[in-house]
């Protein structure tokens, strides 16, 4: 009885798992790289490190050594600390500052496509709901 055709098939096996185990951590990190989180709050360094840590176990091998270096540079993360310096200095209140943040993400989410109609018109509407509140919060 030959080993070579089983073997082989577990070998593929295994790399299939790393290949998956590798992707999941990605999935993991890759949010951390944008301006915006998942639920739409504005990314701040801490959050941002955190899923960054929670992600390198998974990227694990020498084809992932540059993409680990640059995720662990303090520089990954500069222009987060700009956005909330920037924000900061702002002649805004705090609350109509957070507001506008708030539609600034909602009219991303619309133009990154998908149906608008999938969510009930959620996409198209809430865009335009939260301008009016910016408005009732400050009418300039």
């Known amino acids: 009885m030959t080993r070579g055709p089983a073997q082989a098939a577990w070998k593929k096996t295994a790399a299939f ?11 993991r990190a890759e949010p951390a790289l944008g301006l915006f989180r998942p639920d739409g709050l504005l990314n701040d360094r801490p959050w941002a490190r955190q899923q960054i840590a929670s992600a ?21 993360f500069t222009f987060l600390d700009q956005v909330h ?7 805004v209140p705090a609350g109509l500052r957070a507001a ?25 509407a809430a865009p335009l709901v939260q301008a009016v509140l910016c408005q009732r919060i400050d009418p300039n």
């Open 17 to 27: 798992r790393r290949y998956e185990q590798a992707e999941a951590g990605w999935k």
């Open 85 to 91: 310096d920037r924000l900061g200095r702002l002649a």
């Open 56 to 76: 390198l176990p998974s990227l694990s091998g020498p084809e992932w050594s540059k993409v680990r270096g640059l995720l662990q540079a303090p520089e990954s």
């Open 100 to 124: 506008l943040v708030e539609r600034w993400w909602l009219r991303r989410q619309r133009r990154r496509g998908g149906d608008p109609a999938a969510a009930g018109g959620y996409r198209r």
